[in-house]
């Protein structure tokens, strides 16, 4: 059973303080790593996707992507209350276009 | 991205009963798909909606429960049959962009409540 694991949390944050994410996959060919924003009651926002290892800057969000210990990360840098929501961790299935999705982390970001 | 819509946005039903969720897209696209939400969980995948074919169905959910249709490429259809409490969840379709990481974008969803 292929699986991508998140922490729940919440996670709390002061604001303008940095939030740190984190996901762990199981599946070693996985290919293509993404993190969604959902905001209660909407449909998941895609914020960022990786797929080589290393760091991958956008505006206030970085993800981290470490495919030998399987683990993919998203940093959001000066954190706001509007990026208080549930982050989703998805990821591609080897040999497919299929995702499979993280719990999501509950981030809270405190004024 | 594509402007993706769905309708109904949000529906309450009765035991029994079937609902048709609406997906439409501005633009062609090949994959798109079907996930469902339940209440304070994660997005579980339904069904790849295939245009021209038969839709592909995850292991759980059965062609009966969730018929999908695809007759182009700009829309799809899922209908949930004989639904029960049970069913009640976010049900959402997606778009994918194939390039180099085969990013997935969603419609707004559908809310339903089976009393």
């Known amino acids: 059973q292929k699986e991508v694991e998140q922490n729940s949390g919440p996670l709390s944050v002061p604001e303008g303080a940095i939030a740190s994410l984190n996901c762990t996959y199981s599946?070693?060919?996985?290919?293509?790593f993404f993190w969604y924003r959902q905001y209660s009651g909407k449909s998941p926002e895609l914020i960022m996707f990786?797929?080589?290892?290393g760091d991958k800057e956008d505006g206030r969000f970085t993800a981290q992507l470490n495919k030998a210990s399987q683990y993919v990360s998203l940093l959001i840098r000066d954190s706001q209350p509007s990026d208080s929501a549930t982050y989703l961790c998805?990821?591609?299935?080897?040999?497919?276009?299929?995702?499979?999705f993280g719990t999501g982390t509950r981030l809270k970001v405190l004024a | 991205s594509a402007v993706i819509s769905q309708k109904p946005s949000r529906d309450i039903c009765q035991r029994g009963t079937s609902l048709t969720i609406q997906c439409q897209v501005d633009s062609q696209v090949t994959m798109m798909f079907w996930y469902r939400q339940q209440p304070g969980q994660s997005l579980t995948l339904i069904a790849t909606?295939?245009?021209?074919?038969?839709?592909?169905?995850e292991s759980g959910f059965v062609i009966d429960k969730f018929p999908i249709s695809r007759p182009n490429l700009t829309f799809s259809t899922l209908t949930v049959s004989n639904m029960s409490p049970e069913d009640s969840s976010i049900y959402l379709c997606?778009?994918?962009?194939?390039?180099?990481?085969?990013?997935?974008?969603f419609g707004p969803g559908t809310r339903l409540t089976v009393l």
């Open positions: 998805a990821v591609k299935t080897s040999g497919t276009y299929k995702y499979i």
């Open positions: 997606s778009v994918g962009s194939q390039g180099v990481a085969d990013t997935q974008y």
């Open positions: 909606a295939n245009q021209g074919s038969e839709a592909t169905y």
């Open positions: 599946d070693r060919g996985s290919q293509s």
């Open positions: 990786i797929y080589s290892n």
